[in-house]
């Protein structure tokens, strides 16, 4: 404290100390509260979308009959390749597959099968 007029006064120093360290408190808080809602309003907005994307997927299953039909149709229509049929430079991708990658997925042996092969061209050929 120091002396007015003879009077002892209290220092007005620390009370502006004080005041600064309430106000800095303050603003601490108002930084936390504000994180906080910005948090809130991310989560809302993550939820939200997934809302969106759960009526979405509900609205597909009640759906699917108008849809699914010719979605599996326009599959199997397709011809895509078998990655088992081809072949590199020494050894077939579907012997790499079936015994080394996927043993467990392709069985060695299989009940025998009728195969007719139609051959369109062929390049010397010994007749006996």
């Known amino acids: ?69 010719p979605c599996i149709a326009a599959y199997e229509r397709l011809q895509l390749p078998d990655p088992r049929d081809f072949s590199c430079i020494c050894f077939s991708w579907g012997w790499l597959i079936s015994n080394v990658l996927c043993p467990f997925a392709c069985p060695k042996f299989h009940p025998p099968f009728r195969l007719r092969m139609i051959i369109l061209k062929a390049k010397k050929l010994r007749v006996d």
């Open 1 to 69: 404290s120091f002396r007015t007029h003879g009077i002892s006064c209290p220092s007005l120093r620390p009370m502006a100390a004080e005041r600064s360290g309430f106000w800095s408190s303050v603003e601490g808080s108002l930084k936390i509260a504000s994180q906080a809602i910005e948090t809130i309003l991310v989560v809302l907005s993550n939820a939200q979308w997934l809302l969106i994307g759960l009526l979405l997927l509900i609205a597909l299953w009640c759906l699917r009959g108008r849809w699914a039909g």
